[in-house]
């Protein structure tokens, strides 16, 4: 049929069309327009919308907010980039592929990948260096079912997108330290990230439940870390700030807990804080079962825009505080534009001021409204985007 000047204007259309949707890479405007549709926080949208990030890794360095600042030490033409291409694990003698040679043998900026999907079952804890950025978008990498991460005398650390679970308490034993020198270390208890004396650490959309001890330590004079994005679910204990009620260096410790998914099955410690101080906001609270968020030694929280859903059984109160305790009286725990579901309670100090984080401008971010919450935290954890190139 030979079509006139009419109707060729529509099949030539139609075809346009055709050719668009064969000859168009899957992910691409069904799921950007998703994308560009979904309300993303302020850490993910520096980098998320970006199709082509896995090109532009490095970026994720400048998305960081909270009192860990930009982590723009971690980037720079002086940058090693090093893939994983071994899920074994050696603890004394690592050889290059795997994680541990990328963690702890190598000096100065790393940034890791993982070429495939992995799980790893480390023999020793993982003793991160300093610059060193853990980047697992883009494939599905597990550490379990032995031992986990520890961040010792360490600074300006990024961990993202990993899921760590089942760890398991360890031996003292030999291990390759974080100055690619093979140190001796004390047991230490099964939990999934470990902090020690560290500081300007990152621990952004991790997934992490089910340790023997706890999921996040931030501990001995640890400071200046952000912990956000990530999923803490079925777990007893889930974050520590502060060593414990003796070490009072921890004072000085400067926490925030942004944009996280607390739940399902979390009982205690979301977090925990000694001595320091907690900016938590924007954080969605599923449920927990002795209380939320408590200390001890006279801490300080600014609770601020968080959505707290009680359960349905247990206790209805988010905070709770050590009884008999000589800074018993020195409590600061304000709450501020909180939300409060199912019954749900917040105990606040009674007069005084609610101490303000004080960022500097590279630390400050814009706390939204509690209604967000829901979305904003919908993919906290690490991300299923294996085989696209959106995240
Ligand atoms: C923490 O960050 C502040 C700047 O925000 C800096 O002055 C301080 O030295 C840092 N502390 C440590 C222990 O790195
Ligand atoms: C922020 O500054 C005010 C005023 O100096 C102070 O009272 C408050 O304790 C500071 N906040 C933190 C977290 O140090």
């Not at 801490?299 to 059984?313: D, Q, R, T, V």
Request: charged share 20%.
């Amino acid at each position: 049929m030979v079509s006139n000047g009419t109707n060729s204007v529509p099949w030539s259309f139609f075809l346009a069309i055709l050719i668009a949707i064969v000859f168009t890479p899957k992910f691409s405007f069904a799921k950007q327009s998703k994308l560009m549709g979904m309300k993303m926080n302020t850490i993910d949208r520096c980098w998320r919308p970006n199709p082509e990030w896995r090109k532009y890794r490095q970026q994720l360095a400048t998305c960081s907010v909270g009192y860990v600042g930009k982590m723009t030490n971690n980037i720079g033409n002086d940058l090693i980039h090093y893939k994983v291409t071994d899920p074994n694990d050696d603890p004394i003698n690592p050889k290059p592929g795997m994680l541990r040679y990328g963690a702890s043998v190598i000096q100065g900026k790393v940034w890791i990948t993982f070429q495939k999907d992995m799980n790893i079952k480390l023999i020793k804890p993982l003793l991160i260096s300093s610059f060193t950025t853990i980047d697992g978008r883009g494939v599905n990498v597990h550490i379990a079912d032995n031992a986990c991460l520890m961040i010792s005398k360490a600074t300006n650390i990024i961990i993202h997108s990993l899921r760590i679970h089942h760890c398991k308490a360890q031996a003292p034993g030999m291990v390759m330290g974080p100055n690619g020198k093979v140190i001796h270390i004390g047991p230490v208890d099964g939990d999934a990230i470990r902090l020690v004396t560290a500081s300007k650490i990152w621990i952004d959309h991790n997934t992490l439940y089910e340790c023997e001890d706890g999921l996040l330590d931030v501990t001995r004079g640890s400071t200046n870390v952000t912990i956000s994005n990530n999923w803490f679910r079925e777990q007893d204990k889930v974050m520590l700030l502060g060593h414990d009620d003796g070490y009072l260096r921890d004072i000085n410790m400067k926490v925030t807990v942004v944009y996280n998914h607390f739940g399902p099955n979390c009982n205690q410690r979301m977090p925990r804080i000694r001595h320091g101080y907690a900016h938590v906001a924007n954080n969605l609270y599923l449920g927990w079962m002795q209380y939320a968020i408590g200390g001890s030694m006279g801490p300080s929280l600014k609770s601020e825009s968080n959505l707290f859903i009680a359960p349905k059984i247990w206790s209805k109160e988010v905070t709770w505080r050590k009884i008999g305790n000589t800074n018993e009286d020195k409590w600061k725990f304000y709450s501020v534009r909180d939300a409060f579901e199912n019954g749900a309670s917040f105990m606040v100090t009674k007069g005084g001021r609610v101490p303000k984080p004080n960022y500097s401008k590279e630390q400050s971010f814009k706390v939204v409204d509690v209604k967000s919450i829901r979305s904003l935290t919908r993919s906290s954890g690490a991300f299923k985007c294996s085989s696209t190139s959106i995240c």
